[in-house]
């Protein structure tokens, strides 16, 4: 299973240097390393590959960035860091996903904060018209509910399973 994104550059050494089949197989187990530092909040660890050059916008096959691994997972200093570090706060996965729509699914309050602070936009389609607030809507995670809407977040997702617009999910959310 390949590290890196099909979709993304390569800009690691490998572009500048010319390495051993060897030395790119140990790129690559450090990649994905990485991600599963990501994935497990081991933030020092993490923080020190990616100051030492590894991307922070690693992504894994399916186009899972560092911080969406961190943040789905509920690991809020990994986030914080990684945020630090200049990741994209919007950067989707395959499925058009958000970190924030992530977290809204999964009811992370504290990492609905720290994204929507860093930038992250509330409206995010994240695919068939979900927006955060939707997911959060649609699996009851009040709190991220009531977040969201104080940010100025709008319900605008239709109900295709009732086939009414939205009803079930303004009738949660209101």
């Known amino acids: 299973m390949p590290a ?30 990485a991600l599963d530092f990501a994935r497990h909040g081991e933030t020092a660890t993490l923080r020190l590959m990616v100051e030492s050059g590894l991307p922070v916008n690693l992504c894994d096959h399916k186009g899972q960035s560092l911080l969406m691994l961190a943040s789905y997972n509920g690991h809020l200093d990994t986030t914080q860091m990684l945020l630090s570090l200049g990741a994209e706060v919007d950067r989707r996965n395959d499925r058009g996903q958000t970190p924030l729509g992530g977290v809204a699914f999964k009811g992370y309050r504290e990492l609905a904060e720290l994204l929507v602070s860093h930038g992250a936009d509330i409206e995010a389609d994240n695919g068939g018209g979900m927006t955060p607030l939707s997911f959060a809507a649609l699996f009851g995670r009040r709190d991220v509910v009531a977040f969201l809407k104080s940010q100025g977040a709008k319900l605008r997702m239709r109900d295709h399973f009732l086939g009414i617009g939205g009803s079930l999910l303004k009738r949660i959310v209101m």
């Open 4 to 33: 890196l994104h099909p979709s993304q550059p390569d800009t690691s050494a490998r572009s500048v240097v010319n390495l051993t089949e060897a030395e790119e197989a140990r790129y690559a187990e450090l990649q994905r390393q």
